[in-house]
Nanobody, 127 residues
Framework: QVQLVESGGGSVQAGGSLTLSCVASGYAYWAYRDYCMAWFRQAPGKEREVIARIRIGSGYDYADSVKGRFTFSRDPNKDTLYLQIHSLKPEDTAMYYC??????????????????WGQGTQVTVSS
């Protein structure tokens, strides 16, 4: 059974930094023919958007709104994903989710492609 659990959210002032973590227990990515792993966020009143993703055999890809400020990384030994966030802005305020799938030829930019989700961790940035 796959379970994703995020942590690391909080309330910070603009310009600050956070590191979000996502423990992906039971996710046997080494056994999958294809997969994506990603970070999404959803701000109040807005749709959920993918902000960072990786697909098997590919590098990390970032949304323009976070490029240069957010860094997605993985530690396979700990089954953990990380999202390092720097230079936080009030518009980064959102619930942040990690997600993963094990589908063939997935559209890694679409939330509909992901079959595993964490519960989310809240990031609030004050000006």
């Amino acid at each position: 059974q796959v379970q994703l659990v995020e942590s690391g959210g909080g309330s910070v002032q603009a310009g600050g930094s956070l590191t979000l973590s996502c423990v992906a227990s039971g996710y046997a990515y080494w056994a999958y023919r294809d997969y994506c792993m990603a970070w999404f966020r959803q701000a109040p009143g807005k749709e959920r958007e993918v902000i960072a993703r990786i697909r098997i055999g590919s590098g990390y890809d970032y949304a323009d709104s976070v490029k240069g400020r957010f860094t997605f990384s993985r530690d396979p030994n700990k089954d953990t994903l990380y999202l390092q966030i720097h230079s936080l802005k009030p518009e980064d305020t959102a619930m942040y989710y990690c997600a993963a799938n094990n589908r063939i030829y997935p559209d890694c930019s679409s939330e509909n492609s992901y079959n595993y989700w964490g519960q989310g961790t809240q990031v609030t940035v004050s000006s």
